[in-house]
């Protein structure tokens, strides 16, 4: 079992390093859709309406999944009935997954994440240009900082929801990101 543990803390390790030596030092210009580029506009409506609408978006697939909505900064978990078992507030990182429909690839149970923070429960989703995007849980409870000149994929959650995250996307498991 040391064994076990002892390799996949090395794994781990390994593809933290990895991550971190591929990731550019600065951000690129912002995709089209990010959230980067469009939410200052849209933040300006949005806070007019500090009111935001935890219902499951329209058009953000069927059966089980896991919805991430980019402007809203806001994770469903939904299930096979297409009811909404769970919702919470996100925090990302200065890099956002195409809008699209993914599936999870891995999990980890903890590890360091490529902003240098210890986290658990990752649950990995996309890769692009070197970037791994995933959901993950801060250790200390921090979130990543959406300026920083490092371009990382990590979409935040407090240590509850990350343990929900954990428990409900298992591989395979749906990730409709949408704008």
Known sequence: MAVLTAAA?????FLGYQAAATAPDHPTLARPGS???QSKEKGKDK?????KSTALPAGSGTGERVVY?????RVWLVGADGKATRTFEVGPSPASPDPGTYAVTSRNEGGIGSD???????????????VVFGFSAAVDGSMPD?????RTG????????????WEFAQVSTKVVVIA
């Open 146 to 150: 959406p300026n920083a000149r490092k």
């Open 47 to 51: 806070a007019a309406s500090k009111q």
């Open 154 to 165: 990590a979409v935040r959650e407090s240590r509850a929801d990350g343990a929900a995250m």
């Open 69 to 73: 909505a980019l402007d809203d900064k």
């Open 116 to 130: 240098g923070v210890q986290v658990e429960h990752v649950v990995v989703f996309h890769t692009e240009g070197g």
């Open 35 to 37: 959230h980067s580029s």
């Open 9 to 13: 803390l090395g794994v781990v390790g």
